[in-house]
């Protein structure tokens, strides 16, 4: 075993193993960055797209995902722009940007919402892989004692076991490292998308009678005016969830090799990302109300919709259960970052913060160990205390997505091209920021709203599917 000294800063410029500023050289690519994309967007959010479709109905369901996909590529091409400080300086972090272009005072703002985000991305990738784990055993019991049976299981044990595994895959030491596991995430989000759309396809083909509309699920005995306006508005946070990338997007184009300018580069790879993931949710959310009507399960995998073939809906639930291993890292590597780069700064002198050692070729660090360790149980925790997937879903959709996704990317490409005030720019992007910011609040409300009920029948640490 040898050891090494880390320092956050990298080594020697003019090594090969080193970019010009001294960090460990890029290898990124466009492929490597769609990879990331497609693993960060196409996560759970997929899984609730025919819900909010069936909440919001044939009209405003694919206009919202369409609108959704249209802001959410317009910004992040504004915020790839703004990687490169005017100077041509690289900026390591979405938070570094922030500063760079707009100060230390929203960087703090920047701060409180992104990682508050990522730490809710982390919780909810939790619940939602062991809402599959359980459901590929429930699909067995529906399968041998028919569909009436209750198959109810305890979902606990399934994110403890997820909680141990991320303990493990946390000790990859950063964004650089994880390649092969984004592009094996990709790759199996593609495989239970389009299970999804196949089942889908094969239940309309059925040619029951399911009930859907214009409007969406209608105002009647069983869904009163308040309860389909507060459904609508998370509805609303779940799509915006969905496309919920732009907080690692930074980190994602810093992984982006030397050569051509990062962000075209990064251009390139968010268009196809996004196109990839767009057609995808459409054909899910569309596909999924059509099969299932304004009866639309909120996860349209594990909600059981589909009982048969019981083999096909299980290989769906591995795939998710793949993905998510993979995009749970996706999320968590920027606040690992920002920790371990924060303590070093801190405590330049601490040898166990800033010491790594080498075993057989991978490199460990006892303080990386124990932090990472402390804040996946951190987070498998509070999925246990608090499983509800919709709902959660949303508020993490809504929280995000006016602040990382529209109102600083905007901001700062208005600092950075030094866009003058009122003028014709200026003005639409600011009527665009303000429209985002009104959808933001209604989703946060209508899924508030949706936790609250959930509280009132729920008993803390006794989740079940």
Not at 5 to 19: A, N, T, V
Not at 206 to 231: C, D, R, Y
């Amino acid at each position: 075993m040898t050891r090494a000294h880390f320092s956050i800063e990298g080594g020697d410029p003019s090594s090969h193993k080193f970019d010009d500023d001294g960090r460990p050289k890029r290898t990124g690519t466009a492929l490597t960055a769609s990879a990331h994309i497609i693993t960060a967007v196409i996560g759970s959010g997929v899984l609730s797209l025919a819900w909010a479709i069936a909440q919001l109905g044939w009209v405003a369901g694919p206009i919202a995902l369409a609108s959704f996909s249209i802001i959410t590529w317009f910004t992040s091409t504004l915020l790839a722009d703004c990687y490169r400080s005017t100077s041509g300086t690289r900026n390591y972090t979405y938070r570094d940007v922030v500063k760079s272009y707009l100060g230390g005072t929203k960087q703090m703002f920047c701060g409180i919402a992104q990682y508050t985000n990522l730490v809710g991305v982390t919780i909810g990738y939790s619940i939602t892989t062991s809402i599959s784990m359980v459901a590929i055993k429930r699909s067995h019991c529906f399968h041998k004692y028919g569909h009436e049976a209750g198959c109810h299981m305890s979902n606990n044990p399934y994110i403890i076991g997820f909680g141990l595994l991320q303990i493990i895959i946390s000790q990859i030491p950063n964004f650089h490292e994880l390649s092969i596991l984004s592009i094996i995430a990709a790759v199996m989000s593609f495989a239970y998308s389009s299970i999804g759309i196949g089942l889908s396809i094969g239940k309309i083909a059925e040619g029951g009678h399911v009930e859907t509309s214009l409007t969406g699920i209608p105002i009647g005995p069983n869904m009163s005016k308040i309860q389909k306006m507060w459904n609508t508005y998370s509805a609303l946070g779940n799509i915006a969830f969905a496309y919920a990338f732009s907080n690692v997007l930074v980190e994602i184009q810093d992984t982006i090799k030397s050569g051509q300018p990062e962000n075209v580069v990064m251009k390139k790879a968010t268009l196809a990302g996004i196109s990839v993931s767009t057609m995808f949710y459409m054909l899910c959310g569309i596909l999924g109300y059509a099969a299932f009507g304004n009866n639309a399960p909120g996860n349209f995998l594990t909600g059981f919709g589909f009982y048969e073939p019981f083999w096909l809906v299980d290989i769906a639930n591995v795939c998710i259960v793949v993905h998510l291993i993979g995009a749970y890292q996706v999320f968590c590597q920027p606040i690992y970052g920002f920790v371990e780069k924060w303590s070093n700064e801190k405590w330049p002198e601490n040898k166990f913060i800033t010491w790594e050692y080498s075993v057989c070729g991978l490199k460990l660090s006892f303080f990386r160990l124990i932090w990472r360790t402390l804040y996946v149980i951190f987070t498998t925790v509070l999925a246990m205390l608090f499983p509800f997937f919709n709902d959660f879903v949303g508020l993490l959709g809504a929280a995000s997505f006016w602040p990382l996704t529209v109102y600083f990317p905007i901001e700062m490409y208005i600092a950075r091209r030094k866009i003058p005030r009122f003028s014709f720019m200026w003005i639409w992007m600011q009527i665009l920021s303000g429209i985002c910011l009104v959808i933001t609040l209604l989703a946060a409300a209508g899924s508030i709203e949706g936790l609250i009920r959930s509280l009132k029948t729920f008993n803390p640490f006794h989740s079940m599917s």
